[in-house]
């Protein structure tokens, strides 16, 4: 029996959280495929520190806190 259910593309009050599921997937797919690259970004998690000069010295220098 015909039941007249169907998937229709319409605003509804729905439509935020399929948009919102749509975009999570999207994000996880993206981590997944572009990992390597994200890391080397700086958009992800590392095993290792990178080392960063601050010149912190000089920065308090600079800066006359009173």
């Not at 007249?4 to 997944?32: G, N, R, T």
């Not at 700086?42 to 806190?65: H, R």
Request: charged fraction near 20%.
């Amino acid at each position: 029996m015909y039941s007249h259910h169907h998937v229709e593309f319409k605003v509804a009050q729905a439509s935020p959280l399929l948009l919102m599921s749509i975009a999570a997937i999207a994000l996880i797919v993206i981590q997944i495929l572009f990992q390597e690259q994200l890391t080397e970004w700086g958009f992800a998690m590392s095993e290792k520190m990178k080392e960063i000069d601050e010149d912190l010295p000089k920065f308090f220098d600079a800066i006359k806190l009173t």
